[in-house]
């Protein structure tokens, strides 16, 4: 099984940046699909990216409307760890981010991936 920790989350302003790193330990991130969801309070846990990086199935990439065109998801192969790069930061992007590994197929629901980090509240101020 893989063991995953994020970190990075803060407070920003409207329109200021942040990168969420997701450091991951155990096994390759080759192995899984990662993605990342966030869950503001009173609400469900939603999908905000996801990415294939298993070699024999290539790259495939989704983004959820909310943050298409301003987060994006990458990873660094020597580091073994996956970030979620976030641009336009807006208010109502305010939630815990957790980053999460799923070792079947490439899914954008929480309950297909397996393996979940602890993770990391990202407050946007307007």
């Known amino acids: 099984q893989v063991q995953l920790v994020e970190s990075g989350g803060g407070l920003v302003q409207a329109g200021d940046s942040l990168r969420l790193s997701c450091a991951a330990s155990?096994?390759?991130?080759?192995?899984?699909?990662m993605g990342w969801f966030r869950q503001a309070p009173g609400k469900e846990r939603e999908f905000v990216a996801a990415?294939?990086?298993?070699?024999?199935?290539?790259?495939?990439?989704d983004y959820a409307d909310s943050v298409k065109g301003r987060f994006t998801i990458s990873r660094d192969n020597a580091k073994n760890m996956v970030y979620l790069q976030m641009n336009s930061l807006k208010p109502e992007d305010t939630a815990v981010y957790y980053c999460a590994a799923a070792n079947r197929f490439f899914s954008v629901v929480p309950a297909d991936y397996d393996y979940w980090g602890q993770g990391t509240q990202v407050t946007v101020s307007s």
């Open positions: 990415r294939t990086f298993r070699t024999w199935i290539g790259g495939t990439t």
């Open positions: 155990g096994r390759p991130l080759s192995s899984y699909v």
